[in-house]
């Protein structure tokens, strides 16, 4: 059997053991040490946004920012509906009520009109929502200008949900530091990775610092244990920040490589009829973390993105479905939802091929070979 080629997996640079080996050394072995402050510092030199607190996943960061904003019980978060569970989870943990925001055909992000259209419905039944979470979504950045726009008209806050996406920007600009916070995830098949990890970020510096408070168990400044508020164990380990700090090192590098990627399989693809990729539009840059494609079966000769997945898994070749949406998920059946078909179509004709930034030529070419037998 040919070697696996991955969807997308860890890929380390040259400095990561150094800072790991100096927690070591030094016994920084806790949630707390330089590496940790030194990650922090990397990323908000990188994002431009003054206040980082690096925590245990993203979804912990997304919890936390609900806190932070005082969402709780029956309150309505605005979140997108064609994303991972993890950018909705979080609302449920506290009470609240997602309402799943549909995409858009441009970006294949929150849809603006969908997100006022649902705004303006809750006002009118009195009902101002909390909080609103778009997502740039396999490092796309999601049309920011209007849904920014609509946010502060109507004075909602927006969480910036940029898991997918560190490194992209929109008007030259980090994805990230557009919201009132942004949240970064670090998890095995990001861009980087520290293993499992996460970060909140936010020019508002009491929030961050509330989130640091939060994440290590609210503890009161006394000498015994006193506790005003419910806390949380959400701190990253300053092990797992050294491995951070070796991936700022090579981010750029990674970035390059993902639109490699793309590059290489949109040459390859594009003239192939019913065979489409994700828009990359003129005001934004992309990470690329996943490059996907769309399969249109009425000019592929019947030919799905199942078939494609399954001949590619034939020869030991990850790829995956793009993501069901959120309002089809048996667990938010009862979520309300304004939508308009096109994250259900995304999710039926959407495939993501291997994406790693370290896959060789050589690969490219295996899964480039494996199409091309059933599609041309
Ligand atoms: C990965 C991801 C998250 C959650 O991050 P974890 O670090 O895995 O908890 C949230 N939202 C999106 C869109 C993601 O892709």
């Given at each position: 059997?040919?070697?696996?080629?991955?969807?997308?997996?860890?890929?380390?640079?040259?400095?990561?053991?150094?800072?790991?080996?100096?927690?070591?050394?030094?016994?920084?072995?806790?949630?707390?040490?330089?590496?940790?402050?030194?990650?922090?510092?990397?990323?908000?030199?990188?994002?431009?946004?003054?206040?980082?607190?690096?925590?245990?996943?993203?979804?912990?960061?997304?919890?936390?920012?609900?806190?932070?904003?005082?969402?709780?019980?029956?309150?309505?978060?605005?979140?997108?509906?064609?994303?991972?569970?993890?950018?909705?989870?979080?609302?449920?943990?506290?009470?609240?009520?997602?309402?799943?925001?549909?995409?858009?055909?441009?970006?294949?992000?929150?849809?603006?009109?969908?997100?006022?259209a649902?705004?303006?419905?809750?006002?009118?039944?009195?009902?101002?929502?909390?909080?609103?979470?778009?997502?740039?979504?396999?490092?796309?950045?999601?049309?920011?200008?209007?849904?920014?726009?609509?946010?502060?008209?109507?004075?909602?806050?927006?969480?910036?949900?940029?898991?997918?996406?560190?490194?992209?920007?929109?008007?030259?600009?980090?994805?990230?530091?557009?919201?009132?916070?942004?949240?970064?995830?670090?998890?095995g098949?990001?861009?980087?990775?520290?293993?499992?990890?996460?970060?909140?970020?936010?020019?508002?510096?009491?929030?961050?610092?509330?989130?640091?408070?939060?994440?290590?168990?609210?503890?009161?400044?006394?000498?015994?244990?006193?506790?005003?508020?419910?806390?949380?164990?959400?701190?990253?380990?300053?092990?797992?920040?050294?491995?951070?700090?070796?991936?700022?090192?090579?981010l750029?590098?990674?970035?390059?490589?993902?639109?490699?990627?793309?590059?290489?399989?949109?040459?390859?693809?594009?003239?192939?009829?019913?065979?489409h990729?994700?828009?990359?539009?003129?005001?934004?840059?992309?990470?690329?973390?996943?490059?996907?494609?769309?399969v249109?079966?009425s000019?592929?000769?019947?030919?799905?993105?199942?078939?494609?997945?399954l001949?590619?898994?034939?020869?030991n070749?990850?790829?995956?479905?793009?993501?069901?949406?959120?309002?089809?998920?048996?667990?938010f059946?009862?979520?309300?939802?304004?939508?308009?078909?096109?994250?259900?179509?995304?999710?039926?004709?959407?495939?993501?091929?291997?994406?790693?930034?370290?896959?060789?030529?050589?690969d490219?070419?295996?899964?480039l070979?494996?199409?091309?037998?059933?599609?041309?």
């Amino acid at each position: 059997m040919a070697n696996r080629i991955w969807l997308s997996s860890p890929h380390m640079g040259h400095s990561e053991k150094a800072f790991v080996e100096d927690a070591f050394t030094t016994n920084w072995v806790a949630p707390l040490g330089p590496n940790v402050d030194g990650f922090e510092a990397d990323l908000s030199k990188y994002t431009g946004v003054a206040n980082t607190a690096v925590l245990s996943s993203g979804t912990s960061a997304i919890h936390l920012a609900l806190i932070i904003l005082g969402v709780q019980k029956d309150d309505i978060v605005l979140c997108q509906s064609f994303t991972f569970s993890a950018s909705a989870n979080p609302i449920v943990y506290l009470g609240a009520t997602p309402v799943f925001i549909d995409s858009e055909e441009d970006t294949w992000n929150m849809d603006p009109v969908l997100l006022e259209a649902s705004i303006q419905h809750y006002l009118s039944i009195g009902k101002k929502p909390k909080a609103i979470i778009p997502v740039h979504l396999y490092g796309m950045p999601a049309k920011l200008d209007e849904i920014i726009r609509i946010a502060r008209q109507y004075d909602v806050p927006v969480i910036e949900d940029a898991a997918e996406a560190l490194g992209s920007t929109y008007h030259n600009k980090p994805c990230g530091s557009f919201g009132d916070m942004g949240i970064l995830s670090f998890n095995g098949n990001k861009i980087i990775t520290t293993s499992s990890g996460g970060a909140l970020i936010s020019a508002n510096e009491e929030w961050i610092k509330n989130a640091r408070f939060l994440a290590t168990q609210a503890r009161d400044a006394a000498p015994h244990y006193q506790h005003s508020h419910i806390g949380y164990n959400y701190r990253m380990s300053n092990v797992l920040a050294g491995i951070g700090r070796g991936q700022m090192q090579v981010l750029d590098e990674r970035i390059q490589q993902r639109r490699r990627n793309y590059e290489l399989y949109y040459d390859a693809l594009k003239n192939i009829p019913g065979i489409h990729f994700q828009p990359e539009m003129a005001d934004s840059f992309s990470n690329r973390w996943l490059t996907c494609v769309l399969v249109d079966r009425s000019q592929t000769n019947s030919i799905t993105r199942e078939d494609i997945r399954l001949h590619l898994e034939k020869d030991n070749i990850e790829s995956r479905p793009l993501w069901k949406p959120m309002h089809l998920q048996p667990v938010f059946a009862d979520a309300p939802r304004f939508v308009n078909g096109v994250s259900e179509k995304l999710f039926e004709q959407g495939l993501c091929l291997p994406s790693g930034s370290n896959l060789q030529l050589e690969d490219i070419e295996r899964v480039l070979r494996k199409i091309s037998e059933i599609i041309h």
